[in-house]
T-cell receptor
């Protein structure tokens, strides 16, 4: 069965650059969650979308923005990158009943 | 905000031993989920719990949703080397987003 696809898998950027992370949810699933996981940390919720509208917001910096498109894929845009933005970024799609979440393999962002 | 305390933080066991880890919360959750994460990979769902008191098994894994809805435990029986990884509990309250526990790092020695 198709899973959550994220791209790229790895990304290296310099400070103050911008980055765009992409997430393709499980087909026909209309909800996407974004999480950030720092080294040795648990995943922290950033933002979520339902039917192309922002549904919830967590600890997402103002330098970050995200959107969900008509095909339900989502993009996380990160500007003015800082060293502390280096982390694994996951997107997840809930099951149809919104009772479980299935994660992509993540994008490892390294800011140098 | 809601927080999940997970313990132990790390476990070093021998192959064949049983493992137990738990999560506690200051808030009530409607759903408890247990995930396993390998280095550099996304969390993989192991077990989902939906009702207080529910006890669910998945092979060598058993998890329970606490009666108070503020805690959950995960047991792994007869551990094997491929059980190595980080285990996270996650709770879901009145919103869809998941709140993760702090993780338990499991190391299994042959």
């Amino acid at each position: 069965a198709a899973g959550v696809i994220q791209s790229p898998r790895h990304l290296i950027k310099e400070k103050r650059e911008t980055a765009t992370l992409k997430c393709y949810p499980i087909p026909r699933h209309d909800t996407v969650y974004w999480y950030q996981q720092g080294p040795g940390q648990d995943p922290q919720f950033l933002i979520s979308f339902y039917e192309k509208m922002q549904s919830d917001k967590g600890s997402i910096p103002d330098r970050f923005s995200a959107q969900q498109f008509s095909d339900y894929h989502s993009e996380l845009n990160m500007s003015s990158l800082e060293l502390g933005d280096s982390a694994l970024y996951f997107c997840a799609t809930p099951s149809k009943g919104n009772t479980e979440a299935f994660f992509g393999q993540g994008t490892r962002l390294t800011v140098v | 905000g809601q927080q999940l305390n997970q313990s132990p933080q790390s476990m070093f066991i021998q192959e064949g031993e049983d493992v137990s880890m738990n999560c506690t919360s200051s808030s009530i959750f409607n759903t408890w989920l247990w995930y396993k994460q390998d280095p550099g990979e996304g969390p993989v769902l192991l077990i989902a719990l939906y009702k207080a008191g529910e006890l669910t098994s998945n092979g060598r894994l058993t998890a329970q949703f606490g009666i108070t809805r503020k805690d959950s435990f995960l047991n792994i029986s007869a551990s094997i080397p491929s059980d190595v990884g980080i285990y996270f509990c996650a709770g879901q309250g009145n919103t869809d987003k998941l709140i993760f526990g702090t993780g338990t790092r499991l190391q299994v020695f042959p």
